[in-house]
């Protein structure tokens, strides 16, 4: 079964950057299309945005001009570039594979003066 490792989160002033990483299993990585989630306390899962095997994204209108998504197939690993970020961008940020069932553990994103 695929796994997924996310990774990167921590603490980040509203204006500032950050970059996650999600290492995935498996050997169909570079053909399946992979997406960015985040989740707030109390509220449903949010998608932010997905990838093609060949690196073509598109994006959730919350993100879209402040968050990159790109992979680098020979790592087995997807990435989420952000910037100018907001206090509403804190949660608890997720990779999988979009149209997979298998989710990681997630990786806490706070963004707090």
């Known amino acids: 079964q695929v796994q997924l490792v996310e990774s990167g989160g921590g603490l980040v002033q509203p204006g500032g950057s950050l970059s996650l990483s999600c290492e995935v299993s498996g050997n169909n990585f570079s053909t399946s299309v992979m997406a960015w989630y985040r989740q707030v306390e109390g509220k449903e899962r949010e998608l932010l945005g997905f990838?093609?095997?060949?690196?073509?994204?598109r994006y959730a209108d919350s993100v879209r001009g402040r968050f990159t998504i790109s992979r680098d197939n020979t790592k087995n690993t997807l990435f989420l570039q952000m910037s100018s970020l907001k206090p509403e961008d804190t949660a608890v940020y997720y990779c999988?594979?979009?149209?997979?069932?298998?989710w990681g553990q997630g990786t806490q994103v706070t963004v707090s003066s």
């Open positions: 990838i093609s095997g060949t690196g073509s994204p």
């Open positions: 999988k594979n979009l149209y997979g069932s298998s």
